[in-house]
């Protein structure tokens, strides 16, 4: 099974972009690459998720790399409010999501 | 759609207590799946259902902890008896099937804390 890696901490300045890196360099042809934040106290989110194309949405960008091995999940203008712990992950056989430790972002006024 | 909803949000027992949690999914969602939060093992997978039937309940850490599916909208996770460590926040979350890939919506999490 695929497994990621990500950095466990980040800082980003407000209105900055902020730039969340993932490895996987084990994921299978039909693996997608996901990515949930978990913004404390609360249910994971949803933001974005990719098989191979970049992928845009009104929350964020995900860029996946050419052999699919690594992904940045691309936060345009942060804000406060994206303060959170952001996870990446790549999708098992089924709908099973299984969550690693992620990466606490945390945007600086 | 009201997003998957969890009851009770906060519950406080006492040890050797039977506690249920409950869970309503999306209506339309044939898949179901329960994790439990703490910071030791942060979001673990405990068991998760697809068209209301268990798949795999690898997850579950022991025999005192067991769920159900009886309809497409509502699941039960029941810890009998409870313990001090079984102290943490279970999530519900719920998804479609789905070729391209699908997400997995989550619900608010109930606050289990054993005394």
């Known amino acids: 099974d695929a497994k990621t890696t990500q950095p466990t901490s980040m800082d980003c300045a407000e209105g900055r972009a902020a730039n969340l890196p993932c490895n996987h360099s084990t994921i299978s042809g039909n693996e997608y690459v996901y990515w949930y934040r978990q913004i404390h106290s609360q249910g994971p989110q949803y933001i974005i998720h990719?098989?191979?194309n970049n992928e845009t949405n009104e929350m964020a960008s995900l860029i996946i790399t050419e052999d699919r091995k690594s992904s940045t999940l691309i936060l345009p203008h942060a804000t406060l409010r994206d303060t959170a712990v952001y996870y990446c992950i790549v999708l098992r056989t089924g709908n099973q999501f299984y969550f690693g430790t992620g990466t606490s972002l945390t945007v600086i006024p | 759609d009201a997003g998957v909803i969890q009851s009770p949000r906060h519950e406080v027992t006492e040890m050797g207590q039977e506690v249920t949690l409950r869970c309503k999914p999306i209506?339309?969602?044939?898949?179901l799946f329960w994790y439990r939060q703490t910071m030791m093992r942060g979001l673990e997978l405990l068991i998760y259902f697809n068209n209301n039937v268990p798949i795999d309940d690898s997850g579950m850490p022991e025999d005192r902890f067991s769920a159900k599916m009886p309809n497409a909208s509502f699941s039960t996770l029941k810890i009998q008896p409870s313990e001090p460590r079984d102290s943490a926040v279970y999530f519900c979350a719920s998804s479609s099937a789905g070729s391209g890939g699908t997400e997995a919506f989550f619900g608010q999490g109930t606050r289990l804390t054993v005394v």
């Open positions: 990719g098989l191979k």
């Open positions: 209506s339309g969602h044939d898949y």
